[in-house]
């Protein structure tokens, strides 16, 4: 009984850490927001959403150093038009960084 548990716990030892992983990059996320290295998500997707057509289907945040040791967020966006565009924001200022795609911008 003793040796199975071991086993069991052994096994368990070398599963990957997804879980912790994404735990991990939610507190670094929350502790820049805090510290006023970036604004929150809820701020920007406010902006992209007044500023581009479409429903934002997905959002992402890396601090990548692709990209000058600066955070940005990443939207992905779906018009009515069904051609799916992304624009790339700086997490910090909201500037529009890049866009793929056919972006649509409201007038």
């Known amino acids: 009984m003793r040796r199975r ?4 716990l052994a096994a368990l030892a070398l599963l990957p850490a997804g879980p912790a992983v994404a ?3 939610h507190e670094r996320a929350r502790r820049a927001v805090e510290a006023g290295r970036i604004r929150p998500l809820a701020q920007l997707l406010a902006e992209v959403e007044r500023r581009f057509i479409g429903q934002v289907v997905e959002t992402d945040l890396d601090d990548d150093d692709d990209n000058d040791g ?5 939207f992905k966006l779906l018009p009515p038009s069904g051609h799916m565009y992304r624009v790339d924001l700086d997490a910090a200022t909201g500037a529009v960084l890049r866009t793929k795609g056919p972006v649509q911008e409201r007038r």
């Open 23 to 25: 735990d991990d990059d």
């Open 5 to 8: 548990l071991l086993a069991a």
């Open 70 to 74: 600066r955070w940005t967020y990443s």
